[in-house]
Structure formats: structure tokens, C-alpha cells
């Protein structure tokens, strides 16, 4: 590693401050609760420090971006070993049949859908109506990547409310 020069320093700080809502997003959207966002922050910018020397001061601002998804992204990984988090999941496949299902099924899905906020239910009613990521996110002003999250997490939630209420 070099040393660290205060332009160096100016220039880390730069980063952060245009890129600040981006990394929030990002640890929020991929943790389950505040002090666990608040965590994955600091890993990624202990890893943004780490991993300077590698950027060029050159870079456009596509190519600091691309970087800094990478070391969000392999900050979260390392984070997700570290926790040892197991990922479970159930495919929306398995969702989408129940739902065409007996009318108990609807009842319950219904039940479970008045525990989503108006948003969520939006969403979960345009998947369910056969639109790809891509327009969803068109449609709500998102990227394709925050649909897969906000549906990933709103199945979660469904099975977690399953799990406490009908189990």
C-alpha cells in the first residue's frame, strides 16, 4: 500500500460525500435490520479506504461507479460469510401456485398481502400480472436490480408472516 497523501485523503472523502446515498441504499437494501446496515456501512467504507490506492484518479465517474459496486458487492459476500447468514428462500413459482390454488389459499394470500404496505402490494400484483423486472422497475422509477430486491424481500416478509401466524 502507498502512502496516503492528504489529496488522497480529500479525494476518498470526495467519493463519499458524491456517493453517500448510493452506499446507504445499498447496505439498507441488503440488511434486515438497522444495526446490521449499519455494519455492512462500515465494512464497505473500511474497503473503500482499502482498496483507494487501486482506483485511478483518472477514473471517469462510470468506472468509479462500476468499482464501487464491486466493493460493495464483495463487501456484502464477505459479510453474509462472516454472519454466516443461511440464505432461505422459496420460489416465487411456489407463491404463484398457491394462488391459483382452492379459494382457502386466495383467503390466505389475501390475509397475507394486507400485512404489505401499498407499495409492496403494487409490486408483488405487477409480478404476479406477468411484468418482467425490467418493467417494473420502468414503471415504479427503480433499477431492475432494486425490483429483484424489494420482490426478494417482500417474499421474506410473506414467509416470515406464514411462519408466525399459520404455522
Same mark, same amino acid.
Given at each position: 500500500m502507498t502512502q496516503r497523501t492528504p489529496e488522497t485523503y480529500n479525494r476518498y472523502l470526495k467519493l463519499l460525500n458524491d456517493h453517500e446515498k448510493q452506499i446507504q441504499n445499498y447496505c439498507v437494501s441488503h440488511s434486515d435490520n438497522r444495526f446490521e446496515a449499519c455494519t455492512l456501512m462500515q465494512e464497505v467504507l473500511?474497503?473503500?479506504w482499502h482498496g483507494f490506492d487501486t482506483l485511478d484518479a483518472d477514473s471517469t465517474a462510470r468506472q468509479v461507479n462500476r468499482w464501487l459496486q464491486r466493493v460493495m458487492y464483495t463487501t456484502f459476500v464477505s459479510h453474509l460469510r462472516h454472519w454466516r447468514r443461511p440464505v432461505d428462500t422459496v420460489p416465487l413459482e411456489?407463491?404463484?401456485s398457491l394462488a391459483a390454488g382452492d379459494d382457502d389459499n386466495v383467503e390466505l394470500i389475501q390475509a397475507l398481502l394486507m400485512h /404489505?404496505?401499498?407499495d409492496?402490494?403494487?409490486m408483488v400484483e405487477q409480478h404476479l400480472q406477468g411484468y418482467t423486472h425490467a418493467e417494473i422497475a420502468e414503471r415504479n422509477r427503480l433499477t431492475r436490480m432494486a425490483v429483484a430486491q424489494r420482490i426478494h424481500r417482500i417474499i421474506q416478509k410473506l414467509?416470515? /408472516?406464514y411462519q408466525k401466524y399459520y404455522e
Open positions: 473500511e474497503n473503500v411456489e407463491a404463484e /404489505l404496505s401499498p409492496e402490494r403494487q414467509k416470515k /408472516l
